[in-house]
């Protein structure tokens, strides 16, 4: 089979389309032939030599695709050669084939084509295991995002305000805000013009409880100072990515004020099955985001799709900054 190699960790260039040893499925697993994968920011990092896959996983990059079940390992129940899936991924996803444990697949939702379910599980995964099952997001609460035209962002905007929450983001330019506010926004930031604390203080001063409940945080270290005084009473900051830097220093004493909490999560880590796993994760992202997604409430949003053996150009649009939504990779 054939896949996006890297003989060295650098920039996009390091991207080469190459014969690789075919993927086979062992116990548990199903061997996928791939529709199409996604590009994440983890993929830049990987690639760059800052993110090494955990142990065990494929060294090809990709956390997800969609693509069509052409062969069942030992023990797998459930599932059917030919049917259509997409799947939350270690690594793996630039290539032809790639193997998937059965607890990480799940069924293209009604009304998703095959090539733009590849863009759902990393980021719905990652929305609904923060906002939805760790900070309990729910009616009436007021969520700030940054990088709300993300891939995460336009995911996240939509999810919460089918649950009746109040979305504020946070982006780069215009035509970004413009998206963030079609998508269900209410309140949008320029963040390169505009002080996200003193807006976010402005917009919510009328409400019981000023400031943001949930603060879904891309940036880490530049942030999380800000991000304190942005929250309101029993607030939550959930950290997603260290995009602003890992280390930073916390006024404990602010924390304490607001009776406040910082969490931090990823998903690649996560053990398949069991607690806290991606197996729970991808069940209950199914049986809440799913339905959402087939009423039409819940759409992907897809920047632009590429070739695979285009993938070092996705690399460089990607990490340009101008990528609203998700970018796709065609493979089959």
């Known amino acids: 089979m054939r896949a996006i190699t890297m003989s060295r960790s650098g920039g996009p ?30 993929d830049l990092l990987q690639r760059a030599g800052h993110y090494p896959p955990p142990e065990g996983a494929s060294p090809i990059l990709g956390l997800e695709c969609s693509g069509t079940i052409v ?12 049917d259509d899936v997409c799947a939350l991924l270690s690594g793996g996803g630039y290539a032809e084939f790639v193997a998937v444990p059965e607890a990480q697949l799940m069924r ?14 990393e980021a719905a995964c990652t929305v609904w295991s923060n906002l939805g099952m760790r900070a309990r997001m ?6 700030l995002i940054h990088g709300g035209s993300s891939g995460i962002g336009t995911h996240a905007i939509q999810v919460a305000r089918t649950m009746n929450v109040r979305v504020a983001v946070t982006a780069g330019s215009a035509e970004k805000l413009a998206l963030c506010r079609e998508l269900g926004a209410r309140y949008v930031i320029n963040y390169k013009e505009d002080d996200f604390v003193a807006e976010m203080a402005y917009y919510t001063k009328e409400f019981s409880h000023p400031g943001a409940n949930i603060i879904l945080d891309i940036m880490g270290a530049k942030y999380l100072d800000r991000n304190i005084d942005a929250l309101g009473m029993d607030g939550q900051i959930v950290i997603i990515g260290l995009q602003g830097g890992r280390r930073a220093e916390v006024d404990l004493a602010k924390l304490l004020a607001k009776r406040a909490t910082v969490t931090a999560t990823n998903l690649r880590g996560r053990p398949v099955m069991g607690e806290s796993s991606k197996e729970e994760i991808i069940r209950e992202t199914m049986r809440c985001v799913w339905p959402m997604i087939e009423a039409g409430l819940v759409r992907p949003v897809i920047h632009d799709e ?7 150009k996705a690399h460089e649009m990607l990490d340009s900054g101008n990528v609203a939504g998700k970018l796709l990779l065609r493979v089959s």
């Open 71 to 82: 062969e069942l390992g030992e023990g797998v129940q459930g599932w059917r050669v030919g």
């Open 138 to 143: 729910h009616r009436g609460q007021t969520l």
């Open 306 to 312: 590429l070739p695979i053996t285009e993938a070092a």
């Open 13 to 42: 260039e390091v991207l080469q389309w190459a014969r690789v040893p075919d993927a086979r499925p062992e116990r548990g697993e199903v061997l996928l032939r791939v529709a199409a994968t996604a590009v994440n920011r983890a």
């Open 108 to 121: 293209v939702p009604k009304g998703v084509d095959l090539y733009s379910a590849a863009s759902l599980p």
